[in-house]
Nanobody, 125 residues
Framework: EVQFVESGGGLVQAGGSLRVSCAAS????????IGWFRQAPGKEREGVSC????????FYANSVKGRFTISSDNAKKTVYLQMNSLKPEDTAVYYC??????????????????WGQGTLVTVSS
């Protein structure tokens, strides 16, 4: 069964860095794009960064460009999100999910179920 396990979240100060991980299982990892999404309190879930595991093509939301970097280890079937220069507005639960299409389709609308449990990132000011 498709499963995602997110980890690495925590409490950090503004300007700090954090790396979250997403361990995937139950599907052909190399055949699908995978994305990071987040949901802040009272806000809609949004796409943060997505990539195609096969060719490494990536997409970044404008709000995180230059600060976040997505990467993957295909052997470990794990996707990472390195978050630098964190801001309080980055506070959210971060999720990973399979995309229906390529990395450019980095919106929740284009993901497939199931979602993981998410990992909470809290950035203090």
């Amino acid at each position: 069964e498709v499963q995602f396990v997110e980890s690495g979240g925590g409490l950090v100060q503004a300007g700090g860095s954090l790396r979250v991980s997403c361990a995937a299982s139950g599907f052909l990892f190399d055949d699908h794009a995978i994305g990071w999404f987040r949901q802040a309190p009272g806000k809609e879930r949004e796409g943060v960064s997505c990539m195609s595991s096969s060719d490494g093509s990536t997409f970044y939301a404008n709000s995180v460009k230059g600060r976040f970097t997505i990467s993957s280890d295909n052997a470990k079937k794990t996707v990472y999100l390195q978050m630098n220069s964190l801001k309080p507005e980055d506070t959210a639960v971060y999720y990973c999910a399979v995309l229906r299409y390529g990395s450019a389709w980095c919106r929740p609308t284009y993901t497939l179920d199931p979602w993981g449990q998410g990992t909470l990132v809290t950035v203090s000011s």
